[in-house]
């Protein structure tokens, strides 16, 4: 792998730890590195059926990353599962990408550091970048032989909030971020009636949280992520974060949110973010939660 | 064919009978053969920038309805989507246009929101669902709008 390559214009950015982030031009150049497997996570389930990364294989967030019933992650034994399929061992470097900036593939990014694999990138500018490249897409479905992987058990308390967390969390007078849009913070918003999953009966946002929505992050007209000094005027000069700051993030399901918390973490260096997956579909939903209306 | 289905219009009822019984994989397929016809309105009908009065609520890949009337009242669907990944908006401009353009304007305001789902599948996410009905909600918008003029000028 060429360093030169993979850091020349992300490393200029001032990131605490720009080896988080490869480029499309590392990527194009490692297609066939037997160490690094390529993985696409989208919201639009279209996206990778209709032509994908050569290669790559697709980790959905729908399918892949949740409990088939309970509302959780999938367990050791389903991620163990998950990484043979696709083809990753303890050693393989991982290499996210995705539609939306990358959110999908920064929440794919995080159900995997629950299971502490750190070989662990995202592409900078994700899907969008890499076909405004013109680089190639195939609709092939690529085969990887089947690994083993023996995963650590899920580690929940490192990266992970739940609701009695966030009410101490709130008692405390700790940080909180609400990346949802405006309309969803101030409570304008709630859900369409018609939708089945994500549903929530009261509006508005958890006491004390400051809205920075999650795409305020990424530079729309690419995708790759902000400078380091730009993040800091936003997380920093508009609401008053720090890097040693106890915080945690939520959206609606956690996915948003997820991408908000690989910025705090690897981009700004943060020791101390939390993601509250429960996010507003729980807080909203739940009985005699405290709810912050204007 | 599912409850509700008979009283969608025939053509659309007919895409929600060819999507009930397929899996996930064969979904997807479908969809984004719908999605490789998508044209954008031909500038005869719109140009850019397109106007807002024409943007489908809640949908973040920019999609933008349009209708025109056709010789016998009823509508003649248009659709730009500016999200060159946005293939979910354009495979359901397609559909939207294939089963609604023609059709009775009281069936299209009539349509039930839940055909969304019923087309593209109940693990759609949130984002995704909300846009979508948006561009359903305009297309309807414009079918209401038709009736309401036609009952003024009763």
Redesign the interface.
Known sequence: MSDTVQFADIAARGYAQPEVLVSTEWVAQNLTNPNVRIVESN?????Y??GHIPGAVQVD???DLNDPIRRDYLDRAAFEQLMARIGVTRDTTVVFYG??SNWWACYAFWVFQLFGHTHAKVMDGG??KW?KEKRSLTREMPKHAITSYGAAERDDARIRAFRDEVLSHIRAHKKLVDVRSPQEFTGERT??P?????GVLRGGHIPGARNVPWARAANPDDGTFKDAAALRGIYEGEVGLAPGDDIIAYC??GERSSHTWFVLTYLLGYRNVRNYDGSWTEWGNAVGMPIERP | MSEGVEALPAALASVVGEFESVD??LR??M??EY?DQFQEVPADVATRPWPESARAPRC?SDAYVFATDQPDGRLKLWFAVEN?????AK?WAVLLDETLSGQPLEQVARVP??V??KIFG??L??????GL?GMLEVVQHEARRRLERARRSD
């Open positions: 919201e639009d389930s279209l996206l059926p209709s967030w729908a399918l539609d939306k899907r969008l076909e859900h369409m018609e939708y089945p999953q994500e609606r399901i | 996930r994989g997807a397929e969809l984004i999605a973040e060159p990944q946005g293939l979910s495979a929101h839940d969304v789902f109940r693990d996410s949130m984002g995704k669902g909300q009905l």
